[in-house]
């Protein structure tokens, strides 16, 4: 098969962007309707912890078949084929009459949503290799901006009956049908294990847990924490979302430049610094105005530590390598390294409902300890500034 054109290219762009908008704007109108589902099933913070869990734990096992199937199938096809597992298990989650048919929808949408993780980052690294220049930061902006409209149609549509959130699946149907990059290497290289240096991406990798343990706190459980703590209004729990994802969102959409013009490194221990306070302010917030502020200040710190944890252990797997085998192994890294993903994700969203089954307060306090390792392994972050002093 031949490289893909310039064109191409610029028609794959978008497209992967509209598969990070789709993920994002599924994931957030499920878990900003956490109270509402909790009080649908009658579910109490362990309860709604365990199920939690095992959506992260199905995710893992999504990503890992995404590993197998990509070198086989090519991970367009299979971000087409995770993009319609999403879209009929929200469905029958949503539509579920009974509490066993929601838990085993929301474990099929597990499993689906490990599949377009992997694949859609998989589809990013490429783009980016191919253009030679930084752009996981603003697809990972595209995820943002999704989570913020699911953020806002959650705000809007309080009042809706239920099963008209089923209609969310049809975007994830449509998106399938995009035109995602294909694989520009003839048939599928493998690689094995010792050509990866994984100790090295684990570093890498812990940057992520970080991140996805204060990410998926501020979005599971910062909804609950405004309607617990606060006894904030019910329409207004989203917020706790919503400027989180415009602040993170916008540092995204600008990530390529600022990473490029100040480096990853540098970028990330500044982010760090903002986050500390952030979460500072969370815990210690008298009112919910004031975490409402802090949310949104935590968006701004920790917005890049994922594209950009992407983005280096992409370019650690892809040294000294030739084209065919370079894909290969950045294709195995991206699913294998996904699973830092839902480590941070198990940590965010269990642990802190764990942790805080008294308090939130408490809770909140697992991110503020952890986005402390931070401005140590921001070293780590070498990779992805080599990439962008080479755009």
């Given at each position: 098969m031949t490289a893909p054109t310039r064109p191409d290219l610029g028609r794959a762009r978008p497209a992967i962007a509209l598969a990070f908008l789709t993920q994002g704007l599924v994931f957030i109108s499920l878990t900003t309707r956490l109270p509402r589902i909790q009080d649908r099933w009658d579910l109490g913070e362990l309860a709604l912890s365990g199920v939690l869990l095992m959506m992260v734990?199905?995710?893992?096992?999504?990503?890992?078949?995404?590993?197998?199937?990509?070198?086989?199938?090519?991970?367009?096809?299979?971000?087409r084929a995770g993009l319609l597992g999403v879209a009929g298990s929200v469905a029958a989650l949503v539509l579920a009459p009974t509490r066993p048919l929601f838990v085993l929808g929301l474990a099929a949408y597990g499993v689906g949503l490990g599949l377009v993780d992997a694949t859609g980052n998989m589809q990013a690294v490429a783009l980016e290799h191919r253009l030679g220049r930084v752009v996981l930061p603003s697809c990972h902006g595209a995820w943002t901006l999704g989570g913020v409209v699911g953020a806002?149609?959650?705000?809007?549509?309080?009042n809706v009956p239920w099963s008209a959130i089923a209609l969310v699946a049809l975007l994830p149907l449509a998106v399938a049908a995009a035109p995602f990059l294909p694989r520009d290497h003839g048939e599928a290289a493998t690689a094995t294990e010792t050509d990866v240096p994984w100790r090295a991406i684990v570093m890498v990798g812990l940057a992520l847990v970080v991140f996805y343990t204060v990410d998926t706190a501020a979005a599971t459980w910062g909804p609950v924490y405004l309607d617990d703590v606060f006894s904030a209004p019910e329409e207004l729990v989203a917020l706790a979302t919503l400027p989180y994802l415009l602040a993170s969102g916008l540092v995204r959409l600008v990530g390529d430049g600022l990473t490029e013009r100040v480096g990853a490194v540098r970028l990330l221990r500044v982010g760090a610094a903002v986050a500390l306070v952030a979460l500072a302010t969370i815990v210690a917030a008298p009112s919910w105005p004031v975490a409402v502020a802090g949310f949104?200040?935590?968006?701004?710190?920790?917005?890049?530590?994922?594209?950009?944890?992407?983005?280096?252990?992409?370019?650690?797997?892809?040294r000294d390598a030739d084209p065919a085998t370079r894909h290969a192994r950045v294709d195995a890294v991206v699913a294998r390294f996904n699973q830092f993903n839902y480590a941070g994700a198990l940590l965010g969203a269990v642990m802190t409902g764990a942790v805080g089954a008294g308090s939130l307060r408490v809770?909140?306090?697992?991110?503020?300890?952890?986005?402390?390792?931070?401005?140590?392994?921001?070293?780590?972050?070498?990779?992805?500034?080599?990439?962008?002093?080479?755009?």
């Open positions: 734990l199905l995710a893992g096992a999504g990503s890992l078949v995404a590993e197998r199937l990509a070198p086989r199938l090519d991970s367009a096809v299979v971000l806002v149609v959650t705000l809007v549509s309080s949104t200040l935590l968006g701004c710190g920790v917005a890049v530590v994922a594209p950009l944890s992407f983005s280096a252990a992409a370019a650690l797997a892809g809770g909140f306090a697992v991110p503020l300890v952890l986005v402390v390792a931070l401005f140590w392994l921001a070293r780590a972050f070498a990779p992805a500034d080599e990439l962008s002093a080479g755009a």
